[in-house]
């Protein structure tokens, strides 16, 4: 009995992690689906967004969750302007160029934040940080929970914006044909720009629900960015509801395997899934044939 | 004698489009043999699976009687078939010499053999002056030029072009018309791939005619071009019909 | 024009031995011993990166093996230090052979490429941090004997002149790279996969077989890492950061040529070093994480820039003035 609570316990946990993955994750793939570029320096954005989260509380005596309403807009802002003026006049438009520039750009932010703000690992301290939701003989932290709805929210709020708003469509235009979508007068450069600050502004949301109940120092995000990546790859690159569902998948995997294997070799299980997928599957699972 | 190069009922399926039907298809030894047909006709289709870069739902490919249908891309260019691309695939990066030294490098191993094997080629196809230029600098006719090169370099026995000629102005085409020959001159059977037709006409000793992805006429250029199917494919249904009745009434 | 190359590599390795000559200060050897097992790194990265156009981002995997297998030969094993050396070098190898196996079949690619070799230095990291015959977390120790039939010099210049040696062991091999059939059909594959295969390059041979040279050579900096500290573990050896100096080097020196990874290991911590000084000295306190913020700043403006690195850009210059 005891050992299926906490079995239980270990899976509703592993599925609201995996939903703030998810969360990281969307901001990739979008990113992916639509400049074909993989950004490097997602895990890096992250990290910065939670030292946002945590300056907003500790010095501003802002909560997380109204911090978002104002880290959002500004990580929007700040992943446009990375894009427009880094990335793209940086790489040449050169596939491993970008990947260069997004590595660049991770080290910065990386060091920039050790600079600022030492090795030290911080955290804030909010008064709900500790509280739970009783289901049955399940305790939910009440923060994941709320993730947990938020993660699946903002995913859906992102699908309306990519199918009924003006430039959703033309986010999709871009997507499937760049050429084509230039030549009926889209922006490319602009959609690109907007792409990449809304990946951004996932990870300001992404963070602002994580702060509540995880720990921060300047390299924190190398741990999420290759879970992300993980996730991506495992979803389909470039597919939103791939991303859902990948999000969630690696949560419970690797909740469930730090619970039966330690926590270590919990980790080695994600990147094994990530190298298999890529070596025997690249398109993902849920992935169309490429 | 068996010729130098056959295929046999080769087919290509992508999911529910048939590419090429049960083409047929011979080369004989030092001949320039043609495959032509109107755009989308499955040439380009037909041309990788001989290259090795795809393989065919169907069908087989022999090389001197033997079969080659599954050899992987560098072992046929190891046993002497070279191929060029339509879509020039220079090495941007590297000189023209050092391009053609790629190619010469199969036959010779050491760097200076090969790069005196690249200037002799490059005589041969005119582009000797442009040696040291980097291969990016060229304009199209240099490229196509490149292409040539760089595949006459592996010292090939069959030599398979890809629509050398398009792209190429009027003028282009009358130089580059007589480095072909030369080339089969030299003892180099050629299979050449092309959608324009006068060029092919003057150079070829047996053409084929691909439409939809079916073979509908073979023989020497002069039967070709009069055969009806042919200039229906060309121009459009019922257009021999009309030509004849444009003859009559003139 | 062959001659000219072979005559600077002797020049430099020249050079680089009588630098140590002139003085006994031990920061400064410290300095260049580092510098030539940075070298040996990227130098080990170029070959597959540089002239294979194939990007790793996962180098530390070959770095730490061949740390690793340096360490273990002689603590688990008892293997004489000069014996475990080439085997080091040849495990590193053997493991680029089967990373570039499995990925190249595979037909991974440019960022797929880099994203895959990232993952399996870090399950070597993990694995290396678990497992109790890698010393777990608490990492190996290899005991300190210092004589040099153990290749433990207690005049540090000869552990220095150990390692320039293999350095210029391998600008030799590169300049052999570059006049061969191997660097050319690399080289071909770097500028297009599909047209060098039209020319009877067997792509995934050379890939394999640039892959593990690429593996041995940076196992070599692995191995001559452990000589020179005695001490490892799973981040020092199989850390991301190592696999980041490995590519940083050679693109900042010059990418995809023979002394590119020279130069750039040079300027990285010449430039480390001067940024750490400037931060101690000028603005009251060290900053960590300053100088790698420089590289940072110089990889994107190498990229935007210098695609060929200070190399590159220094015969630009020369082109202009000639």
Same mark, same amino acid.
């Given at each position: 009995? +005891?050992?299926?609570?906490?079995?239980?316990?270990?899976?509703?946990?592993? +599925?609201?992690?995996?939903?703030?993955?998810?969360?990281?994750?969307?901001?990739?793939?979008?990113?992916?689906?639509?400049?074909?570029?993989?950004?490097?320096?997602?895990?890096?954005?992250?990290?910065?967004?939670?030292?946002?989260?945590?300056?907003?509380?500790?010095?501003?005596?802002?909560?997380?969750? +109204?911090?978002?309403?104002?880290?959002?807009?500004?990580?929007?802002?700040?992943?446009?302007?990375?894009?427009?003026?880094?990335?793209?006049?940086?790489?040449?438009?050169?596939?491993?160029?970008?990947?260069?520039?997004?590595?660049?750009?991770?080290?910065?932010?990386?060091?920039?934040?050790?600079?600022?703000?030492?090795?030290?690992?911080?955290?804030?301290?909010?008064?709900?940080?500790?509280?739970?939701?009783?289901?049955?003989?399940?305790?939910?932290?009440?923060?994941?929970?709320?993730?947990?709805?938020?993660?699946?929210?903002?995913?859906?709020?992102?699908?309306?914006?990519?199918?009924?708003?003006?430039?959703?469509?033309?986010?999709?235009?871009?997507?499937?044909?760049?050429?084509?979508?230039?030549?009926?007068?889209?922006?490319?450069?602009?959609?690109?720009?907007?792409?990449?600050?809304?990946?951004?502004?996932?990870?300001?949301?992404?963070?602002?629900?994580?702060?509540?109940? @995880?720990?921060?120092?300047?390299?924190?995000?190398?741990?999420?960015?290759?879970?992300?990546?993980?996730?991506?790859?495992?979803?389909?690159?470039?597919?939103?509801?791939?991303?859902?569902?990948?999000?969630?998948?690696?949560?419970?995997?690797?909740?469930?395997?730090?619970?039966?294997?330690?926590?270590?070799?919990?980790?080695?299980?994600?990147?094994?899934?990530?190298?298999?997928?890529?070596? @025997?599957?690249?398109?993902?699972?849920?992935?169309?044939?490429? | 004698?068996?010729?130098?190069?056959?295929?046999?009922?080769?087919?290509?399926?992508?999911?529910?489009?048939?590419?090429?039907?049960?083409?047929?298809?011979?080369?004989?030894?030092?001949?320039?043999?043609?495959?032509?047909?109107?755009?989308?006709?499955?040439?380009?289709?037909?041309?990788?699976?001989?290259?090795?870069?795809?393989?065919?739902?169907?069908?087989?490919?022999?090389?001197?009687?033997?079969?080659?249908?599954?050899?992987?891309?560098?072992?046929?260019?190891?046993?002497?078939?070279?191929?060029?691309?339509?879509?020039?695939?220079?090495?941007?990066?590297?000189?023209?010499?050092?391009?053609?030294?790629?190619?010469?490098?199969?036959?010779?191993?050491?760097?200076?053999?090969?790069?005196?094997?690249?200037?002799?080629?490059?005589?041969?196809?005119?582009?000797?002056?442009?040696?040291?230029?980097?291969?990016?600098?060229?304009?199209?006719?240099?490229?196509?030029?490149?292409?040539?090169?760089?595949?006459?370099?592996?010292?090939?026995?069959?030599?398979?072009?890809?629509?050398?000629?398009?792209?190429?102005?009027?003028?282009?085409?009358?130089?580059?018309?007589?480095?072909?020959?030369?080339?089969?001159?030299?003892?180099?059977?050629?299979?050449?791939?092309?959608?324009?037709?006068?060029?092919?006409?003057?150079?070829?000793?047996?053409?084929?005619?691909?439409?939809?992805?079916?073979?509908?006429?073979?023989?020497?250029?002069?039967?070709?071009?009069?055969?009806?199917?042919?200039?229906?494919?060309?121009?459009?249904?019922?257009?021999?019909?009309?030509?004849?009745?444009?003859?009559?009434?003139? | 024009?062959?001659?000219?190359?072979?005559?600077?590599?002797?020049?430099?390795?020249?050079?680089?031995?009588?630098?140590?000559?002139?003085?006994?200060?031990?920061?400064?050897?410290?300095?260049?011993?580092?510098?030539?097992?940075?070298?040996?790194?990227?130098?080990?990265?170029?070959?597959?990166?540089?002239?294979?156009?194939?990007?790793?981002?996962?180098?530390?995997?070959?770095?730490?093996?061949?740390?690793?297998?340096?360490?273990?030969?002689?603590?688990?094993?008892?293997?004489?230090?000069?014996?475990?050396?080439?085997?080091?070098?040849?495990?590193?190898?053997?493991?680029?052979?089967?990373?570039?196996?499995?990925?190249?079949?595979?037909?991974?690619?440019?960022?797929?490429?880099?994203?895959?070799?990232?993952?399996?230095?870090?399950?070597? !990291?993990?694995?290396?941090?678990?497992?109790?015959?890698?010393?777990?977390?608490?990492?190996?120790?290899?005991?300190?004997?210092?004589?040099?039939?153990?290749?433990?010099?207690?005049?540090?210049?000869?552990?220095?002149?150990?390692?320039?040696?293999?350095?210029?062991?391998?600008?030799?091999?590169?300049?052999?790279?570059?006049?061969? !059939?191997?660097?050319?059909?690399?080289?071909?594959?770097?500028?297009?996969?599909?047209?060098?295969?039209?020319?009877?390059?067997?792509?995934?041979?050379?890939?394999?077989?640039?892959?593990?040279?690429?593996?041995?050579?940076?196992?070599?900096?692995?191995?001559?890492?452990?000589?020179?500290?005695?001490?490892?573990?799973?981040?020092?050896?199989?850390?991301?950061?190592?696999?980041?100096?490995?590519?940083?080097?050679?693109?900042?020196?010059?990418?995809?040529?023979?002394?590119?990874?020279?130069?750039?290991?040079?300027?990285?911590?010449?430039?480390?070093?001067?940024?750490?000084?400037?931060?101690?000295?000028?603005?009251?306190?060290?900053?960590?994480?300053?100088?790698?913020?420089?590289?940072?700043?110089?990889?994107?403006?190498?990229?935007?820039?210098?695609?060929?690195?200070?190399?590159?850009?220094?015969? !630009?210059?020369?082109?202009?003035?000639?």
């Amino acid at each position: 009995m +005891l050992k299926l609570d906490i079995f239980l316990s270990a899976l509703a946990n592993g +599925l609201m992690t995996g939903a703030v993955y998810a969360l990281i994750a969307l901001g990739l793939t979008l990113v992916y689906g639509v400049l074909h570029i993989i950004n490097f320096a997602h895990g890096a954005m992250l990290t910065a967004a939670m030292f946002a989260v945590f300056i907003c509380h500790a010095w501003l005596g802002i909560d997380p969750y +109204l911090a978002v309403f104002i880290l959002t807009p500004l990580f929007f802002g700040l992943g446009y302007a990375i894009q427009r003026l880094v990335i793209s006049p940086a790489s040449h438009g050169d596939d491993s160029n970008i990947l260069l520039v997004t590595l660049g750009l991770s080290i910065i932010i990386e060091n920039g934040l050790l600079m600022g703000f030492r090795s030290d690992t911080r955290s804030i301290d909010v008064p709900y940080g500790f509280s739970v939701i009783e289901i049955g003989n399940l305790f939910l932290s009440t923060p994941k929970v709320i993730a947990f709805v938020a993660a699946f929210v903002v995913a859906g709020l992102l699908g309306l914006l990519l199918v009924r708003t003006d430039t959703g469509k033309a986010i999709r235009a871009v997507a499937k044909e760049r050429t084509g979508a230039a030549l009926s007068g889209i922006d490319v450069e602009h959609i690109y720009a907007v792409t990449f600050g809304i990946g951004a502004a996932c990870l300001a949301i992404a963070a602002c629900l994580l702060m509540p109940t @995880f720990l921060v120092n300047p390299r924190a995000g190398n741990a999420f960015v290759l879970v992300a990546f993980t996730i991506v790859v495992l979803g389909g690159m470039g597919s939103i509801g791939g991303a859902l569902i990948g999000g969630l998948i690696i949560g419970v995997v690797e909740s469930l395997s730090g619970l039966y294997f330690g926590e270590s070799l919990g980790q080695i299980g994600i990147f094994l899934i990530f190298i298999l997928v890529l070596l @025997f599957r690249p398109t993902g699972l849920f992935g169309a044939k490429a | 004698m068996s010729p130098l190069l056959r295929i046999e009922g080769l087919t290509k399926r992508f999911g529910g489009l048939l590419a090429v039907d049960d083409a047929c298809l011979q080369v004989e030894a030092g001949s320039i043999t043609g495959l032509i047909g109107p755009n989308g006709a499955g040439k380009t289709t037909l041309f990788t699976m001989i290259a090795g870069f795809a393989e065919p739902t169907q069908g087989e490919v022999f090389y001197k009687g033997e079969r080659i249908t599954e050899l992987p891309t560098h072992v046929r260019t190891m046993r002497g078939i070279a191929r060029t691309f339509q879509i020039v695939q220079p090495f941007a990066g590297l000189t023209v010499r050092e391009n053609i030294a790629v190619g010469a490098h199969l036959r010779h191993r050491a760097r200076a053999d090969a790069l005196a094997k690249a200037e002799e080629v490059a005589v041969q196809v005119g582009l000797e002056p442009l040696l040291d230029r980097p291969a990016h600098a060229l304009t199209v006719a240099g490229r196509k030029r490149l292409e040539l090169a760089r595949a006459l370099a592996t010292e090939p026995q069959l030599l398979l072009l890809d629509e050398v000629l398009a792209g190429l102005n009027p003028s282009e085409i009358r130089d580059m018309i007589p480095v072909v020959r030369g080339i089969r001159d030299s003892g180099v059977t050629i299979l050449i791939v092309e959608h324009v037709m006068q060029a092919v006409m003057s150079l070829c000793d047996t053409v084929y005619v691909l439409a939809e992805g079916r073979m509908i006429a073979a023989g020497p250029p002069a039967d070709v071009a009069r055969n009806q199917r042919v200039i229906e494919a060309y121009l459009g249904q019922g257009a021999a019909a009309r030509l004849r009745d444009g003859a009559a009434h003139a | 024009m062959k001659d000219k190359t072979l005559l600077l590599i002797a020049i430099v390795t020249l050079a680089l031995a009588l630098l140590p000559l002139g003085f006994e200060s031990n920061v400064v050897l410290n300095f260049l011993a580092f510098a030539m097992i940075i070298t040996l790194a990227a130098q080990g990265w170029n070959v597959l990166g540089g002239f294979g156009g194939q990007f790793s981002f996962g180098h530390a995997a070959f770095f730490g093996t061949g740390a690793y297998g340096m360490a273990l030969l002689q603590v688990r094993f008892g293997v004489n230090a000069w014996l475990a050396m080439p085997i080091a070098i040849a495990l590193g190898a053997a493991v680029g052979y089967a990373i570039g196996f499995l990925s190249f079949r595979a037909r991974l690619r440019g960022s797929y490429f880099a994203l895959v070799t990232l993952a399996f230095a870090e399950v070597f !990291r993990i694995s290396a941090n678990v497992w109790s015959f890698t010393g777990g977390a608490a990492g190996v120790l290899v005991p300190l004997k210092l004589d040099p039939w153990n290749m433990q010099f207690a005049d540090k210049r000869l552990g220095y002149w150990l390692a320039l040696a293999l350095v210029a062991l391998v600008l030799l091999i590169t300049h052999r790279l570059r006049e061969s !059939r191997f660097g050319a059909q690399l080289i071909a594959i770097r500028e297009n996969e599909d047209a060098a295969r039209a020319l009877g390059a067997d792509a995934l041979a050379v890939k394999l077989k640039a892959i593990a040279l690429s593996g041995g050579i940076t196992a070599a900096a692995g191995s001559l890492y452990t000589q020179k500290f005695l001490y490892l573990d799973a981040t020092l050896a199989y850390g991301p950061w190592i696999s980041v100096e490995a590519l940083l080097a050679p693109i900042i020196g010059g990418i995809g040529t023979i002394f590119g990874p020279l130069l750039g290991a040079f300027l990285l911590l010449g430039l480390g070093e001067v940024t750490k000084t400037f931060f101690a000295n000028l603005l009251g306190g060290a900053r960590p994480g300053a100088d790698l913020v420089v590289f940072g700043v110089l990889l994107i403006l190498c990229v935007a820039f210098a695609p060929r690195g200070v190399l590159g850009l220094l015969a !630009r210059l020369r082109g202009r003035g000639a």
